[in-house]
């Protein structure tokens, strides 16, 4: 009766693998990163700039000096960092423009109604729209994960055919699908408490929910890669010799 499982279970085993795409000759499961370092340095560096540092100084200057001084000093600060790179000849990040332009159109609306509030209510629509275009996409089998992930990094067209690295892009776009809803439910559970709670949870808690979902979606990435037999390597691949 063993006997029977053991070649059952190698008998299943064998399918699978020859449902999997076939590499090309001397093609390797490898997925390499590039330099990771300067990577993580110039994330961080944009997390500061466009979101940590406008949003604590929206909440602190709102507190003790209004809507007005705080919609300033925010899109202030923001309008310098770009003015500084442009004077000084670098290259404006495209992630820290998109920033800014939604936060001076944010920042229109607000002073047209005079309310923080509708400030506030608008980037929780926007965290909506951006679990359903997640999910969405998941759903129909095509995450945007996948894409956004060949921006950064190069992945072999052989490692991406496979259905196990395509479940993992699908599952992690479900995650941070799941995660902008949460994100959205705690600052409307915020706003519950007045302007400066909901500012609090907008300005701290959320780019904290946001780092927090970016490493889980990473480490659930590299276990999925591993299990695939996928290996995750830093710098640039190394050219063929003749």
């Not at 003790?64 to 290259?91: D, F, H, M, N």
């Not at 395509?166 to 559970?189: K, N, P």
């Amino acid at each position: 009766m063993e006997e029977k499982s053991t070649a059952r279970g190698d008998a299943l085993q064998a399918i699978r693998h020859t449902d999997e795409p076939a590499a090309p000759a001397g093609a390797k499961l490898e997925i390499h990163l590039g330099c990771l370092r300067s990577t993580l340095t110039r994330s961080g560096q944009l997390f500061v700039e466009a979101l940590l540092v406008p949003g604590l100084l929206f909440a602190l200057v709102l507190h003790y000096a209004g809507l007005l001084p705080a919609l300033g000093a925010s899109l202030g600060w923001c309008y310098l960092v770009v003015g500084t790179r442009w004077i000084r000849g670098r290259r404006l990040s495209g992630t820290m423009l998109m920033c800014l332009g939604m936060m001076s159109g944010r920042a229109i609306v607000a002073l047209a109604t005079s309310s923080a509030l509708l400030y506030l209510i608008q980037p929780v629509i926007g965290s909506v729209c951006t679990a359903s275009m997640f999910v969405g996409s998941a759903l129909f089998g095509r995450p945007i994960t996948m894409r956004l992930a060949r921006d950064f990094v190069s992945i072999p067209a052989h490692v991406l055919a496979r259905r196990g690295v395509r479940r993992m892009f699908t599952e992690i776009a479900v995650l941070f699908g799941l995660s902008r809803l949460a994100d959205a439910g705690m600052t409307l559970s915020f706003l519950h408490f007045g302007v400066s709670a909901g500012m609090l949870s907008r300005s701290l808690l959320s780019p904290l929910l946001t780092l927090c979902t970016i490493g889980a979606c990473t480490v659930w990435g590299f276990r999925s890669l591993r299990r695939e037999g996928v290996r995750v390597r830093l710098g640039a691949p190394a050219l063929a010799t003749a």
